[in-house]
């Protein structure tokens, strides 16, 4: 298969995938109803019918339909965001045996994603099923490449991982849960096996984007914890995508 049949087939399979994956991050836990259904209250000076009251069947219809329409609309995001992560892995990768690994890889950043921003919770089966499937794609890429090493830096690099924000869990737990512990361990063995550039660079983009992420939400919202998946998932896809090519540019290392 040719570099661009890749990305052709990697940016339909993600954008094919994003919806279900949707679905099943939605099932890990259901949110509540406030956040499903906004209320809409009609001008009834400017002639219009006001909305249907809370006990009334009309209600129960409306809010059916602007629940619809926000699983329709998130859905298409998570598509679009599912479909250019495993698009743009396949333009910095190329045709290798490793590019399925890490395809996988953003589908399971993305359910983590999305339900620690809407649970405050990162599922340890999707974490232990990423590891299992990612750990085995690229033990298969490492024969097919015919060199062990980077099995060797995914070791070490899912162990640095662990240990850094097992470190912050131990120090401060009620900042940082274990899911995001566990999620490390997946990230770094997976940044690892590309170089420790990678590796470094992808966790100093995930701590600088979660740094200013949690600031936006103790300033606007007064909270101390916040979801830290999204910025693991985004450091992870950053080290993917640019930590090899930036290590050489800028730290001069693999």
């Known amino acids: 298969m040719t570099a661009w049949g890749a990305v052709a087939v990697c940016a339909v399979g993600g954008g094919a995938a994003g919806p279900f994956l949707d ?13 499903v259904a906004l209320p809409v209250v009609a001008d009834a000076s400017a002639g219009g019918a006001p909305p249907p009251a809370a006990g009334e069947p009309g209600a129960a219809v409306a809010e ?3 629940a619809r329409g926000f699983a329709l609309l998130e859905g298409g995001v998570v598509a679009v965001v599912t479909a250019a992560a495993c698009a743009l892995a396949a333009v910095r990768l190329g045709a290798v ?3 399925a690994a890490y395809c996988m890889l953003a589908w399971a950043l993305v359910v983590v994603s999305i339900t620690d921003l809407r649970t405050g919770l990162v599922p340890r089966r999707v974490v232990y099923a ?3 499937v990612v750990g085995i794609g690229l033990l298969a890429a490492s024969a097919a490449n015919g060199t062990w090493r980077p099995m060797l ?4 690099g899912g162990a640095i991982g662990f240990l850094v924000l097992g470190a912050v869990w131990w120090i401060s737990p009620k900042a940082m849960g274990f899911g995001d512990v566990r999620l490390a361990g997946l990230c770094g063995g997976a940044l690892g096996w590309l170089g ?3 590796l470094y660079l992808g966790f100093l983009a995930a701590f600088v984007s979660g740094a200013l992420f949690g600031l936006g939400v103790l300033l606007t919202h007064g ?3 916040f979801p830290f998946a999204p910025a693991l998932a985004f450091g992870t896809m950053f ?7 930036l290590g050489g540019l800028w730290l001069h290392f693999r």
């Open 23 to 35: 679905v099943f991050a939605r099932r890990v836990r259901r949110p509540v109803a406030s956040e």
């Open 64 to 66: 059916g339909s602007r």
């Open 97 to 99: 045996p490793e590019l």
């Open 130 to 132: 990423a590891a299992v």
């Open 153 to 156: 830096d995914a070791l070490i």
């Open 196 to 198: 420790f550039a990678a």
């Open 223 to 225: 909270r101390h914890r």
């Open 239 to 245: 080290g993917v995508l640019w930590g090899v090519w």
